[in-house]
């Protein structure tokens, strides 16, 4: 699967004090964000996604 992450996506994410990278790493991606997409696999994209909540939790 391959996903987009924008360069207005990551500067959110900065402006929100997490960076792209560190995200990956945390979530067992051993990929570099060196330009806006990125290929992932299922299992992957979960991870992400889980550990995006888990540090864009607001409640």
């Given at each position: 699967?391959?996903?987009?992450?924008?360069?207005?996506?990551?500067?959110?994410?900065?402006?929100?004090?997490?960076?792209?990278?560190?995200?990956?790493?945390e979530?067992?991606?051993?990929?570099?964000l060196?330009?806006?997409?990125?290929d992932?696999?299922?299992?992957?994209?979960?991870?992400?996604?889980?550990?995006?909540?888990?540090?864009m939790?607001?409640?």
């Amino acid at each position: 699967m391959k996903i987009s992450i924008s360069n207005q996506f990551q500067i959110f994410m900065n402006k929100m004090g997490l960076n792209v990278n560190d995200i990956l790493q945390e979530a067992g991606i051993n990929k570099i964000l060196w330009k806006e997409n990125i290929d992932l696999n299922n299992s992957e994209y979960w991870r992400l996604l889980d550990v995006l909540d888990s540090k864009m939790d607001v409640s």
